[in-house]
């Protein structure tokens, strides 16, 4: 029997999954790690911890499966995407990574804009300067820790970092590497004219391959720790969301896919590459050979409910608690019964600053609205709707582009909803669509080795094959129109309140 390894390093933990040929999840394992903010504004995370959870995820799983590790034919790696890994000529790790929603890099986008030109920047990258992206995480260090950047002799985003530990190899792919800001997207390579601009040393970045290429094999220290058998094939995987895009079969134009974890993402392919002047969205090169991908990324989503979850929602999670269920089926009971619009209370989901569709590292949360009468029922409600109403304004901008969107699948926690993924139709007037096999970004990673093993013979038709369609959600265009009420004044407030959040942030 032939199996597959797809290991996702998110950003609350690392998820390994085994799969059999025909991508059923044999056994799976996750292992948390914590976020580390010292300041506001600030994220970042320990890289050993996510090797430790991979090593005890693969032991997991091997020892959970019993599976014959020389059965193992290849293995996918996916991962948060955007952050910052520095090691040192040994290979040592220098620092914390500085994660994908920290946003304390403001002034290192500024000097990008000087220092290129905005302009220049989006003709090469395909995306302004933001300050998510890993570009300007490598100025930021070079300026405010020259002495430790000094010391830098290898620059990996997180999932590459997990390859370096298991093959040796200091390598990436296209799909990751495009969200670095450092690349030239519609070559697929790296740009010579922003690297230079920006200062940064080319021999510190990873051998470039496309998302299937094999990038090395498991070496011995490797598979003494984990169990895997040595040789073991490691392709050149995604970013988590173009692993998603895969792990749910949007991998041809006209299909896009909606994730709502830790963020939020809407994720479309397209056959051309697709630029927003204005930058509200991302435009990268996509897992599939010879394709783009236009996405967008809600700082806090399900950061927003989890977030009144831990501060408000105390009584649900006790009740969850005694009941033996998840503290968000009870939260998302409470919220059907209050009816769209959560009686004229509005969310905007900016805990973390935003990327899409206003990238500004300055905004914050807001609740608008709020009554004497107003219950939790109506804060859960509010929430849900200002994180989905992200996603449509998204949507919105995809279809200004034209990109199409014409058939929607959702994965993540929040496509675990019925009543979120009815929402989401509601408001997007498509049919959104869960698929069999919720596994995501480690499914496509999984898919991705498989076709580096030979055992598929390209991505579309192994997803044509092994992708199906479980749930479907069609649009009420009655409740679109209501909530059509309240979107419009939704993306009005950010406006409003622009100059309000830089005076906020001014505030000594």
């Known amino acids: 029997m032939e199996y597959l390894l797809g290991i996702d390093i998110g950003t609350s ?3 390994t999954v085994l799969f059999d040929r025909d991508a059923n999840p044999i056994t799976a394992k996750t292992f948390e ?12 995370q320990e890289p050993n911890d996510w090797w430790e959870a991979t090593v005890a995820g693969v032991k997991g799983v091997l020892e959970a499966s019993g599976v014959d590790p020389a059965d193992i034919k290849g293995i996918g790696l996916s991962g948060q995407m955007h952050g910052l890994v520095m090691l040192d000529e040994a290979g040592e790790v220098l620092r914390r990574s500085i994660i994908w929603c920290d946003q304390r890099t ?8 000087r220092m290129i030109g905005a302009d220049k920047i989006i003709q090469i990258t395909a995306n302004p300067a933001v300050t998510g992206f890993t570009a300007a995480k490598i100025l930021w260090v070079k300026k405010h820790e020259p002495e430790l950047y000094a010391k830098c002799a290898h620059i990996l985003l997180p999932k590459d970092y997990i390859r370096y530990k298991l093959t040796g190899e200091y390598a990436t792919e296209v799909s990751d590497a495009s969200g670095m800001q450092l690349m030239d997207v519609a070559k697929r390579t790296w740009s010579d004219e922003i690297l230079e601009g920006l200062g940064i040393d080319k021999n510190l970045l990873g051998k470039m391959y496309e998302s299937q290429d094999v990038t090395g094999a498991v070496h011995a220290e490797a598979s003494a720790l984990t169990g895997l058998a040595e040789g073991t094939i490691v392709v050149g995987g995604a970013g988590d969301n173009p692993a998603a895009a895969i792990g749910t079969g949007i991998v041809s134009q006209g299909k896009a896919f909606t994730t709502i974890g830790t963020s939020a993402v809407v994720y479309a392919v397209s056959d051309q590459m697709a630029l927003d002047p204005k930058g509200r969205v991302h435009t990268l090169c996509a897992s599939v050979p010879g394709k783009w991908t236009v996405m967008s990324c809600t700082q806090a989503a399900g950061l927003s409910l989890q977030w009144l979850r831990n501060n408000v929602c105390t009584e649900e999670m006790a009740e969850a608690t005694e009941k033996g269920v998840d503290p968000y089926e009870i939260m998302t009971a409470e919220a059907a019964q209050v009816p769209i619009g959560s009686e004229k209370l509005l969310y905007l989901p900016y805990l973390m600053g935003e990327r899409s569709p206003h990238p500004d590292p300055d905004c914050r949360g807001v609740f608008f609205g709020l009554s004497a009468m107003h219950q939790r029922p109506h804060l859960i409600r509010s ?10 304004e998204c949507v919105e ?10 058939d929607m699948m959702i994965c993540g926690g929040g496509g675990r909803s019925p009543f979120w993924r009815q929402m989401l139709a509601d408001m997007y007037g498509c049919p959104v669509s869960t698929v069999q096999s919720d596994q995501g970004g480690a499914l496509g990673a999984a898919i991705l080795a498989g076709v580096g093993a030979g055992i598929y013979s390209d991505l579309e038709s192994a997803c044509n094959e092994l992708v199906r369609k479980k ?8 409740a ?3 909530y059509a ?4 004044l939704y993306k009005e407030l950010y406006h409003t309140l622009f100059s309000s959040f830089k005076d906020l942030k001014n505030i000594q």
């Open 480 to 482: 679109n129109g209501e």
């Open 397 to 406: 901008v995809f279809r200004e582009m034209g990109v199409p969107i014409e």
């Open 13 to 15: 933990g690392t998820k």
């Open 485 to 488: 009420k309240f979107f419009t």
């Open 471 to 478: 749930d479907v959600s069609q649009p009420d265009m009655a």
């Open 383 to 392: 929430v849900m709707e200002g994180i989905s109403f992200s996603q449509w």
């Open 33 to 44: 790690y914590p976020l580390y903010q010292e300041q506001n504004g600030w994220a970042e």
């Open 106 to 113: 403001g002034e290192e986008v500024d000097d990008m804009n």
